[in-house]
Each structure stands twice: as C-alpha cells, then as structure tokens.
C-alpha cells in the first residue's frame, strides 16, 4: 500500500468518525422538538450532547485539511464545485453551534422557541446535504480536461444524490433517536425508542435501496459484503431497539455508517473524483495526492497526533458516560442572579460519577 | 498590499491561483451571506451583552459546609 492509499483511507476514517458521532448530533437537533413535552425535556436533549458536538464538528475539518495536504486536487475540484452546498452547511453548521449557547440567554418562550426552530433547520439541512454530496462524489461530477467543476447546484440534486441525501437523514435521525434512548431516563427515553423504530421504517427501506442502486451501478465483491453487512448492522439495530437493548441498537447504527462510508469510499477507490464527462479527466489517488516527501511528513505527524486525540475523545465520552434525567437539569437559567443550591444538583451523591 | 500580486512570493501569483471553476456570483453570494450572518451574530451578542451588564453580577453560592462547588451543565 503506498502513502496515497493510506491517506485516501485515513480521510475515509476521518468521515466515519464524523458521520458516527456527529450524525446522532444532527438526529438530536432534528427530533427535539418532536420528542419533547417541556423545556426540561427539551435541555435534558441538548445536554446529551452538550460536552460532545462541538468536538465532533473537527473531524470534517481535519478530514477536509487532510484533503487539502494530501489530495490537493481533490480539495479545489471538490471545494470549488460544490461551493454553494458546502456553503449552505457551513451557514446551517455555524447557526446551529450559536443556537446552543443562545437558547438559554434569555428567559422567553419565543426567544427559545426561535432557536429550536434554527436548531431544526441547522441539524436537518446538513444531514440531507451531506449524504447528496457523498452520492455525487460516487456518482461523478462533470470534469472538465483541467479537473474543473463543469456543472452547478442543480447537477448534485439529481435522483441518485437526493436518495443519499434522504439516506443520511434518515440513519442521522434514528441514530439520533437511539443515542437519546441509551443517554435519557423514564418517558424521554421510551418516547426516542419509539420514535427510532418509526424513523427505522423510513430510513431501512431507503439505504437498502441506496446501497442496492450503488452496488450495481459502482459495486466490486469487496463493497457488496461491506453494503451487505452494513443492511444486517442495519437490521441488527433496529431489532435491538425494539427489544430495548439500546447500546446494541447504537452500535448497530454506528457500524452501519462506518460500513457504508467504508462502502461508498470503496466503490469510489481508486478515483477520488470520477469524472461524468469522460473517464480520463477522473481525479485519482495517484494524479491528485501531494508529492511523496509531503505524504511522508504528514503520515509522522497523524502517526503521533491521531492517538492523542482519539484518546482524548473517548476520555470526554467516558466522563459523560452517564444517562440524564431532568433532576440533572438545574431548574433556574444560568444567568439567574443567584443559582440552586448545590443538593438540587447533584443528587447522585458521592461516587456518582456525573459531572 | 505589500505582497501583491503575489500568493506565494515569487513563485505564484493571485492572478494565477484563482479558482477557475468559481463563479464571480457565488463568491458575491457567500460573501453577502457570510456579511449578513456575522453581522447579524454581531448585533445579538451585543445586546445580550447589554444585557448582561445591566443585570448585574451575579450573587456569589454560598458553600457553608465546605463542599467544592460542582459544575452545571452549561444548556
């Protein structure tokens, strides 16, 4: 394997790790305000992911830089072609980072009840927008000879990109319902269980039918097992959430993301960019990486630094390992004159393990 | 301005590395959107700051039993 193809899979990892953690982020600012009944519930959701989304959000930044450094040409063909999409996630990603910290700013029902909606807005754009790229990625884009971006918005939405798009949704969503499940206590929890099995006969049909219409048109043997495992993952998390085994089920949705990325990255290898227009103007692992010396650099650097942050990573979600229920939730705002006293907080006492 | 027109000094310059497949509209459209999201992110930050200034510090928990203070979740 040389140092290209390690850094074409290192990226397909880095995806992972977005769409595993930060697609039950998108689920949770998609079905808050569907599955709550007050503003306990409704801060009780957010605060399952509260210690956690803001560090999910890197993993498509250090994906897209390690485009950058190691496939420059993917990078601009890429980033310059689907500039309006990446656009409209960046606005939605940026919206919805500011509709945590201000939702809880001001005391009014309508000033919160705004930022929910943006929250929607700012969860459910990128989840739709993330899957239409990823098809149009497989699918291939209109290259020109110079490896420019030929077409405009409405080339990505075409049936196959706007079916990946309902895909991501879809599996963001359920996984947002079953990680709200494994994280809360008592009627919040078996609402998000019975919501995720609602969401599971949406979001099975459509990524069966995805990876279905992508094997035959892209698949090799290697992607049909990953596509077919990824259904029984699939399957596998939604028996688990009706039994009310719900790590199971989120491990069955996690391995389902991981193995159709694994799937999709696959089928594209060894383009990286294929080219609708004509086969030779495809971006490849070989005509779009960086020099060799460069690879070289960068492999020590992601050998030494990846571990640290993975390692740091698992510690935050082991920290806030626990579930939450709305005796967690202090019930004055933070910026209350004076706050609740220290025992209507913590009421798990000494070795509890909450922060 | 001193480095124009240079990207990279003496080796590339800006005329050279614009992106050939972004449009002039695009690059009006983000910019405009990027202008009017920040500064409406601006104007709100400002006033919640206002608003915090004129609510006042707040009155500092008392601990009588010596307990260490916990954190709150912050949402």
């Known amino acids: ?7 074409f899979i ?16 998108f689920g949770v600012g998609i079905l808050m305000a569907a599955l709550s ?15 956690v989304w803001d560090g999910n959000e890197v993993w ?24 309006l999409p990446l656009l409209i996630i960046l606005v939605a990603l940026i919206v919805r980072g500011v509709c945590f910290e201000f ?17 929607f807005a700012g969860s459910a754009l990128p989840a739709l927008l993330w899957g239409v790229a990823f098809a149009n990625i497989v699918r291939g884009v209109p290259l020109n000879a110079a490896h420019v971006y030929t077409g405009n918005l409405l080339t990505l939405l075409n049936w196959y990109g706007l079916l990946g798009g309902l895909v991501t949704l879809s599996l963001f969503t359920l996984h947002g319902a079953i990680f709200l499940s494994l994280r809360t206590t008592g009627e919040l929890r078996d609402r998000a269980r019975r919501a995720a099995l609602r969401i599971a006969v949406a979001a099975v049909p459509l990524a069966a039918a995805f990876l279905l219409a992508t094997q035959v048109s892209h698949g090799r043997p290697g992607t049909d097992v990953t596509a077919a495992l990824a259904a029984v993952a699939l399957l596998g998390a939604v028996a688990a959430a009706f039994r009310g085994r719900e790590g199971w089920a989120f491990a069955g949705t996690a391995l389902t ?38 690879l070289v650099v ?26 939450l229920t709305s005796s967690d939730i202090p019930a004055a705002r933070p910026q209350a004159p004076t706050p609740p006293p220290v025992t209507e907080l913590e009421p798990a006492g000494p070795g509890g393990g909450r922060p | 301005m001193g480095r124009q027109p240079w990207t990279v000094f003496g080796l590339m310059t800006t005329a050279q590395s614009v992106s050939p497949g972004v449009t002039a ?34 009155v500092q928990a008392e601990h009588p039993d010596g307990a260490e203070p916990l954190p709150v979740f912050s949402y």
Do not use: C
């Open chain 1, 60 to 83: 498509p930044i250090t994906a897209g830089g390690a485009m950058f450094a190691a496939f420059p040409l993917w990078y601009a063909s890429l980033f310059s072609g689907f500039y």
């Open chain 2, 25 to 58: 509209s695009s690059v009006i459209i983000s910019m405009t959107v990027f202008t009017l999201l920040y500064g409406g992110l601006a104007a709100i930050a400002w006033w919640l700051t206002v608003q915090h200034v004129k609510a006042g510090a707040p």
């Open chain 1, 1 to 7: 394997m040389n140092l290209a193809t390690f850094w």
């Open chain 1, 103 to 119: 939702r809880g700013k001001v005391d009014s029902v309508r000033w919160r009840a705004n930022w929910d909606r943006a929250l």
């Open chain 1, 10 to 25: 290192l990226i397909a990892i880095l995806f992972t790790g977005y769409f595993v953690l930060e697609g039950f982020d």
């Open chain 1, 257 to 294: 993301l991981a193995l159709a990325v694994a799937t999709l990255f696959g089928d594209l290898w060894p383009n990286v960019l294929p080219s609708s227009t004509s086969a030779t103007f495809s971006l490849t692992v070989t005509n779009a990486s960086s020099a060799h010396y460069t």
């Open chain 1, 298 to 323: 960068m492999s020590w650097v992601a050998l030494v630094f990846t571990p640290l942050v993975l390692a740091y990573q698992g510690w935050t979600y082991w920290v806030f390992r626990k579930r």
């Open chain 1, 37 to 51: 009944r007050d503003e306990t519930d409704r801060r009780v959701m957010i605060n399952t992911i509260g210690p």
